[in-house]
Nanobody
């Protein structure tokens, strides 16, 4: 069974850090582009970051550039999103997804996790 499971969300103060994990089961992440997305209440879902399988290149939304870092551990079949200098505007449910095309920014994210809540508040 193909499955993506996000974890690592929580409540953090502004300026704090969190590391989100996206663990895959039932398939190997090596050949997929992995995207992180977020959706805040009342807002549309937005792409946050993407990691290409083809050349390891990365993509970041302007709003998170310099603060978030996406990485992959093939041995653990897991992708991470390190989030530093968090702001209240980063509050959202964060989802990971895979694109079999392998390249970012990706156009065919078909498999999604259930999401993990990130709340940035004092």
């Amino acid at each position: 069974q193909v499955q993506l499971v996000e974890s690592g969300g929580g409540l953090v103060q502004p300026g704090g850090s969190l590391r989100l994990s996206c663990a895959a089961s039932g398939f190997t992440l090596d050949y997929y582009a992995i995207g992180w997305f977020r959706q805040a209440p009342g807002k549309e879902r937005e792409g946050v970051s993407c990691l290409s399988a083809s050349d390891g290149s990365t993509y970041y939304a302007d709003s998170v550039k310099g603060r978030f870092t996406i990485s992959r551990d093939n041995a653990k079949n897991t992708v991470y999103l390190q989030m530093n200098s968090l702001k209240p505007g980063d509050t959202a449910i964060y989802y990971c997804a895979t694109d079999p095309g392998g390249s970012c920014p990706g156009t065919d994210f078909g498999s999604w996790g259930q999401g993990t809540q990130v709340t940035v508040s004092s």
